[in-house]
């Protein structure tokens, strides 16, 4: 296609430059591009810069003095004094599911809870990645991930999940902890039970004192 011309001068007369019919068509498509791109973008750019906007929080009332666990509370693998690990299990309930959903629950009462312990430095490390259907595995790695843990921190809450994550937790700590441990249970059952087949978490005390037969075992609120 022969170009058309297009008259101009230095002073500014006119277009100034030689353009092509197909030319003009794929510069028109660019801007109409540009255009929707900046009508997508003008929203998020508005929001990042509203004045109204903020993070989330744990408090509705802004007393600089009153500061919540949420508000201090180290998030990853860090050290730090106390740590806090979740293990959403509950594969071992043969009565009433549910227990899995503890560690989001405690996790958000907690963290709108009063820090009143001042100079403490409190960890949440996450949770233990579970196996779905797989017991044997799920304990393993909690296992494994509390001995890694206390590596970390001095004091490990480790949340459950149902009982059985007491007895992969203890397990854990037995690796790195060595001989003098003791398992204390505030339960209404004494977790003791004889099963012919099948899974139950009425069988952790048993299980631990398999780990350790010297471990010192009390057993509250049984009724």
């Not at 906007?53 to 500061?67: L, Q, T």
């Not at 919540?68 to 299990?89: A, M, S, Y």
């Not at 009433?96 to 958000?108: T, V």
Request: glycine share 12%.
């Amino acid at each position: 296609m022969n170009p058309r011309r297009l008259a101009a001068n230095h002073r500014g007369e006119g277009l100034g430059e030689t353009v092509e019919k197909e030319t003009v068509e794929n510069h028109l498509q660019r801007d109409c591009s540009m255009q929707s791109l900046v009508s997508f973008l003008a929203p998020l750019c508005w929001f990042s810069v509203m004045p109204f906007v903020r993070k989330s929080m744990y408090k509705f009332i802004k007393d600089p003095g009153d500061v919540r666990v949420g508000e201090v509370i180290r998030r990853g693998w860090v050290k730090g004094d106390v740590g806090i690990l979740g293990v959403p299990w509950d594969g071992a309930v043969g009565t009433r599911p549910g227990s899995r959903l503890a560690p989001a629950r405690i996790r958000s009462w907690l963290c709108t809870s009063p820090m009143i312990y001042g100079g403490l430095s409190i960890v949440d490390l996450g949770d233990v990645d579970v196996v779905v259907g797989d017991h044997k595995e799920t304990w393993l790695r909690v296992e494994n991930t509390v001995a890694e843990a206390l590596g970390l921190v001095r004091e490990l809450l480790v949340i459950g999940g149902d009982s059985t994550t007491s007895y992969a937790a203890f397990r854990g700590l037995r690796r790195v902890g060595g001989d003098g441990l003791a398992y204390v249970l505030f339960d209404a059952h004494p977790d003791v039970r004889v099963v012919s087949e099948g899974l139950t978490s009425g069988q952790v005390v048993r299980w631990v004192r398999e780990v350790d037969p010297k471990a010192f075992i009390a057993i509250v609120g049984v009724r």
